[in-house]
């Protein structure tokens, strides 16, 4: 059975912090896709990457950057000079390639709060 | 915008009644899954369907049912309501039904028991 684990459940930093959302998977399959959405006060989640278990370059887009590491099964997504648009939940997701449905498997989500 | 688009964003009613959900999937998308948000139980997914035919359950109550229509769009429908059904209903599409697609997410529609 897949599971995510965002042990994190509440930071609190002030603005232009560098902060790290950490994000622990399980997964039993050999091809997998990992996820980070973001849902901010107004309620919609907000996609902001996918990754997929060949791929453990890490990413870099703006501000955001992400690091995969399948020797440890984790997946961390760092905002650099954070910014009080950042306050938000991250959520870190997980879709396994074989079976036949492509569900999300949530995190509990981390409540970022980034203070002026 | 996700180009998601759920109705009604709000909703509130009581015990005992039956309620109907819409999602519209983006343009092109086939998947519709539908997901549920609560402070306990977290995001959990409800049921997938993939141009017309249902392709995966999740945690769905069976006073929950679904379908997803010929122009693709989908209806999420809650029967029997109890107050442990208030929460954040996700509805979400995505081109294919293969877990290497991203799912796009619509603003939810948040409803309230009373």
């Known amino acids: 059975a897949q599971k995510v684990t965002q042990a994190q459940t509440e930071i609190s930093v002030v603005e232009k912090e560098d902060v790290t959302l950490d994000c622990v998977y399980e997964?039993?399959?050999?091809?997998?896709?990992l996820f980070w959405y973001k849902q901010p006060p107004s309620g919609e989640l907000v996609f902001l990457i996918r990754?997929?278990?060949?791929?453990?370059q890490n990413e870099i887009s703006g501000r955001y950057s992400w690091n995969f590491q399948k020797s440890t099964s984790s997946f961390n997504f760092t905002i650099t000079a954070s910014q009080v648009v950042d306050s938000a939940v991250y959520f870190c997701?997980?879709?396994?390639?074989?079976?036949?449905?492509?569900?999300?498997?949530f995190g509990k989500g981390i409540t970022l709060s980034v203070r002026p | 915008d996700s180009g998601v688009t759920q109705t009604p964003k709000h909703l509130i009613t009581a015990t005992g009644q039956r309620v109907t959900l819409r999602c519209s999937p983006r343009?092109?998308?086939?998947?519709v899954y539908w997901y549920q948000q609560s402070l306990d139980q977290g995001l959990q997914f409800l049921i997938q369907?993939?141009?017309?035919?249902?392709?995966a359950k999740g945690n769905i109550l069976e006073r929950f049912s679904a379908q997803q229509f010929p122009d693709l769009h989908s209806e999420l429908n809650l029967s029997s309501l109890e107050l442990g059904d208030s929460a954040l209903y996700f509805c979400?599409?995505?081109?294919?039904?293969?877990?290497?697609?991203?799912?796009?997410f619509g603003p939810g529609t948040r409803l309230l028991v009373l």
């Open positions: 979400a599409s995505s081109v294919g039904d293969r877990g290497l697609e991203t799912q796009y």
């Open positions: 997964t039993r399959d050999t091809t997998y896709y």
């Open positions: 990754r997929n278990s060949f791929d453990e």
């Open positions: 997701a997980l879709s396994e390639a074989s079976g036949a449905n492509s569900k999300l498997t």
């Open positions: 343009s092109g998308d086939l998947s």
């Open positions: 369907y993939y141009n017309g035919e249902e392709r």
